[in-house]
């Protein structure tokens, strides 16, 4: 499914026609872009997601970086591209979501996570380079997907909170997260894992629809900071909550959003793959009965 476009549309679908929720995304990974432009996956089984083989970075600096002019034509970049269409011809009427990666995302998975960090602290004008060079990857991975028919992407940068503080998000990614908005011509979701509370003023600035945001993060602290400006989506916990409590408590974390005025209500990140089906149906099923009463 995350290879075949036929397989990932008809499993996508089901979040929609089996879980109960509103819209329906494709992108199971976040390995698309960077398995087009060389980089090395580890294919797991179906209890896990493929991921980037980042310690066996591709590029080291600047001048190593050398795009595919044909990226876009990778079995893994059109995987995505036909499950949109795929999709968008099954359910006209469902948001079908798309997903292009941000460059500080791509940045780990091209030139290695310790080795983009650091270079981040010993040398910002390089690492500003590197961005805008990647950017493109991001622009246009995004307007592939939108032709394809894609209603809104989901746009995750991991400058999470445990690795990157609120002032480099506004240093290296305020500004071109604020070009995304401008290039990009449907509603982005941006996502950034970990404590966020330090940059979600910043986050707000940017012109992005909604900030995916993690269960580090408590609902009421947030939206007190983001206010009408930017929607946000979130944030029930993946491990504790989903992975390990029942519907109870998953639905104690729905209200809990609800009540804070929290936007969409959804997983903090990508979930477990062991979750079970009653701990994902009571979400859209508890944001129906709280609308209702």
């Not at 989901?154 to 506004?170: I, K, R």
């Not at 939206?223 to 009408?228: A, F, L, P, S």
């Amino acid at each position: 499914a995350n290879r075949d476009p036929e397989l990932m549309a008809r499993l996508a679908a089901t979040g929609h026609t089996e879980l109960g929720f509103d819209s329906i995304m494709p992108v199971f990974s976040i390995i698309q872009e960077s398995s087009a432009v060389g980089c090395k996956i580890q294919w797991e089984q179906k209890d896990n997601w493929p991921t980037v083989k980042m310690r066996e970075p591709i590029w080291e600096t600047l001048d190593s970086i050398r795009i595919p002019s044909d990226y876009l034509l990778h079995p893994d970049a059109q995987c995505v591209i036909e499950a949109i269409k795929i999709l968008k011809r099954g359910y006209p009427d469902v948001a079908v979501i798309g997903k292009t990666m941000g460059p500080w995302s791509l940045a780990y998975h091209c030139l290695g996570v310790e080795p983009f960090l650091l270079m981040s602290l010993d040398d910002p004008d390089q690492t500003k380079r590197i961005l805008e060079k990647l950017k493109q990857i991001t622009i246009e991975f995004g307007i592939a997907q939108i032709e394809a028919g894609a209603d809104a992407l989901t746009l995750p940068d991991h400058a999470t909170g445990d690795l990157v503080s609120g002032e480099y998000y506004e240093r290296y990614l305020r500004e071109l997260h604020i070009e995304f908005v401008e290039q990009i011509n449907i509603p982005l979701i941006l996502h950034i894992c970990g404590r966020t509370v330090d940059r979600m003023e910043y986050i707000s600035q940017t012109g992005m629809a909604a900030f995916h945001y993690d269960s580090k993060n408590k609902p009421q602290e947030s939206i007190e900071i983001t206010g009408d400006r930017i929607s946000l989506v979130g944030n029930i916990n993946n491990p504790e909550t989903l992975f390990s409590k029942g519907p109870e408590a998953v639905q104690g974390e729905v209200i809990n959003n609800l009540e804070a005025g929290i936007q969409l209500i959804g997983p903090e990140c990508a979930i477990p793959l062991q979750t079970s089906i009653e701990n994902l149906t009571i979400i859209p099923e508890t944001v129906k009965e709280w609308h209702k009463n």
